[in-house]
């Protein structure tokens, strides 16, 4: 605001220097045309008329106010106007003969007076001095010197006001960006807001750092429930696990098979503080930074994964229909996300059951035939360390749909499940429209 003050400040003062400079050189430059106009008269002529040097007209500029002749000798006589003009060494020589031979223009003070002089050598006679009083141009310029004066500090506070009144709603969405950052720093609450509305680059910096807040206060309150929800979920595997491990230590006289059923229990209990552990990992994976993107081709990538669920789930029967298509993304987070899909669904077939998995125009389809989920708990499937009725019973971390979901919503996929008719589960992943792979077959199936 201050800068801006300055700014204009300088501007017009440098204005009204050169406003300055430019009349005082035209107003000296009509006395000094008037005074050439009769020193060159004076010069043609050679002589005086009646003791006084010949005068132009008045449209040309009449005669001098002050007039003299320095002889050859250096001393001034026949004055005109009562000022005695000073005799200079300049004018005792262009009155002798010795100097420049042109006529020359001087500054001079006579009694007070400010004057305007010309000197005019004369041959055989010495020189002519005409003299025109500057007060009126030194008047008129000192007047001009207290208006710019009074222009440049009225101009310079008005800029000011101007820039203070304009600046103020610019300003006030930094001053309260910084208030939010200080208060931040200073508390760690992320609750603090601008507010800003504005559509300039402050305004919309200003909704730009509350929308950054919104997004921090989200991924700290999720990272919190997810340690909270984790802590919850271990916690029983680990004092079951210590509980195992306590009546072993305690040396108790315990059969054979009662001591292999309590490995047995340690070895699925660690089994699942590993798959717990993995699934919070994958997890965690999802709040990193953006991983390379390239193109996958889905259709290769569910096919393979099909394949793994055959091995993982030999009573399952998998049907599995894909068109060719390739999307953008991270293949090992979509394997992952398909994978858990497809576990999911092998989990609640029944025995000899068959999974069914279309992909067609983007959009990949898994169907199981077991039980299906109520109604009520569809809209949950995909919560963190959510276990639905039918789960309760299969046991695992809650997290593998969950994990599909973040999957899903990284790459700009829709995610949801519906019971099927006919019962079992059918789990939707729609991704962007594909691009086909003309030189594959149409539909592959599996």
């Known amino acids: 605001m201050l800068m801006s003050a300055a700014a204009v400040g300088v501007t017009v003062a440098l204005a009204s220097l050169v406003c300055y400079l430019a009349m005082r050189s035209e107003l000296r430059a009509q006395v000094d045309r008037r005074l050439r106009a009769q020193g060159e008269l004076v010069q043609r002529i050679g002589a005086l008329r009646d003791g006084a040097p010949p005068a132009p007209s008045r449209q040309a500029g009449g005669p001098a106010e002050f007039s003299q002749v320095v002889g050859p000798d250096g001393v001034a006589r026949d004055r005109q106007g009562g000022l005695a003009i000073g005799v200079v060494s300049g004018d005792r020589a262009a009155a002798g003969g010795g100097g420049p031979g042109a006529a020359f223009l001087t500054d001079r003070t006579a ?16 020189a002519v001095q005409l003299g025109r009083s500057l007060e009126g141009v030194d008047a008129v310029l000192g007047r001009l010197r207290i208006v710019l004066v009074l222009l440049v500090l009225v101009g310079t506070a008005f800029a000011a006001l ?31 807001r601008i507010g800003a509305r504005g559509e300039d680059e402050v305004g919309r910096m200003a909704q730009r750092f509350d929308a950054m807040l919104d997004r921090v206060q989200a991924s700290q309150a999720a990272q919190r429930q997810l340690v909270a929800d984790a802590s919850h ?29 309590l490995l047995r229990d340690m070895v699925g209990q660690s089994e699942e503080l590993s798959g717990l552990v993995g699934d919070l990992m994958e997890l965690a994976r999802g709040d990193e930074g953006d991983p390379p993107i390239e193109d996958v081709a889905l259709d290769a990538l569910v096919s393979e994964a099909v394949a793994r669920a055959r091995r993982h789930a030999p009573g399952v029967r998998f049907r ?54 109520p109604d009520e708990e569809l809209g949950q499937l995909f919560d963190r360390f959510f276990r639905g009725t039918r789960r309760r019973a299969q046991g695992g971390s809650g997290l593998g749909l969950a994990i599909v ?20 589960l059918v789990v939707t992943l729609a991704f962007a429209p594909p691009t086909e792979v003309e030189s594959r077959a149409r539909v592959r199936v599996a």
């Open 111 to 126: 009694d007070g007076v400010h004057l305007r002089v010309i000197t005019v050598p004369i041959s055989g006679l010495g």
């Open 162 to 192: 101007l820039a203070r009144l304009f600046a103020r709603p610019v300003i006030r969405p930094i001053a309260q960006l910084t208030r939010a950052a200080e208060h931040i720093e200073a508390t760690g609450d992320l609750g603090r």
């Open 405 to 424: 979901r973040q999957v899903a919503e990284a790459h700009g996929a829709t995610v949801r499940a519906a019971n099927a008719a006919g019962g079992g």
């Open 233 to 261: 979920e271990l916690r029983t595997p680990v004092t079951s696990l210590r509980t195992n491990m306590e009546v072993l230590l305690a040396g108790a006289e315990l059969e054979e098979g009662e001591r292999r059923a």
């Open 320 to 373: 599995a229909e894909l068109e060719p298509c390739v999307i953008s993304g991270v293949p090992d987070r979509l394997g992952r996300a398909v994978n858990n899909v497809l576990d999911n669904a092998a989990a609640f077939s029944p025995p000899a059951g068959v999974v069914e998995v279309a992909l067609r125009g983007g959009v990949l389809e898994v169907r199981d035939h077991g039980p299906g989920a």
